[in-house]
């Protein structure tokens, strides 16, 4: 049977990435963690580290023990604050990760739930592409994630999905710029901000571009909705965002809803590891978007039982 303290060793040596680095942060001496590994990779059977020129790497296995021994020690971490100051009004961190394409609008409508939560939560929120966040994801080092599709099946791990928002996509710019005649033929050589590369409602835009023969005049691409927005504010052009945030994009009078695209639906879904999915802040957004939410049967894993972790 393995040892927390020599796993906590390991672990130690796995995200300082040296094993001096982790003898001065444990207070220890180079030599004591370096034995202490070695008891430990004694009892698993496996090299967990070897020599890299004058430094270390981890071995698959030692790859695979440290994923295990973040999940661990993580959960250490929550316990440990869910516990603190006891008597007073605890503070559980919620790790959210964010699609850095979800619109900043549709995002802070998110997020509603879990900050008006009770008792109050400690949130953090990480916005990353999606294989950083979906490898966070499984690490442990989030407790949820919100995405613009379900996960890619291949991962092979006990993933819950479950769908927050639809809405229909729409088109938002200043007041003083108006189309003449139906969407999307309308469009054509209209100046339009688009969404970066990595996003879904880029490609479905492109493909109805297509279809319909429109060819608009894309002033830029980016990956920001934010400064999207602020430049359609500004009358750099026309910007794309979901229906439902009508009422919170046009509030100021600055912009106005052009209309909706009914051949696109956006989609935002919750994803969080199997054994997360009771965390009070992922119940709090399944309890506004979703209230007769049941788990989605997990993933499916046609791999070994060891998860695959996307690298970013």
Known sequence: MISLKQLHHFWLVGRTGSIQRAAETSGLTPQTISGQIGVLEGALGRRLLRRKGRGIELTEAGKIALRYAERIFGLTEELEAALAHADERPSLPYRLGLLDIVPKSLAALLLEPVLEHRPRLRLSVAEEPLPRLLSE??????????????????????????????????????????????????????????????????????????????????????????????LAENGAGIFPAPAILEPTLCESGVLRCLGSLPEITEHYYLLTLERKWHHPGTQALLHRFAPDHQPEPPLASSDSEVPSVPHP
Do not use: N, W
């Open 137 to 230: 994801l499984m690490l442990g080092r989030l407790d949820a994630l919100i995405a613009d599709g379900p996960p890619p099946t291949q991962l092979g791990h006990k993933l819950q999905c479950r769908l927050l928002i639809e809405s229909q996509l729409a088109l938002y710019a200043r007041a003083d710029l108006s189309l003449t005649g139906p969407l999307p033929q309308s469009l054509d050589a209209a100046p339009l901000l688009l969404p970066g590369e990595h996003s879904a409602t880029r490609l479905a835009l492109l493909q109805l571009f297509d279809e319909h023969h429109v060819t608009p005049h894309i002033v830029g691409e980016f990956d920001d909705s934010a400064l999207m927005r602020t």
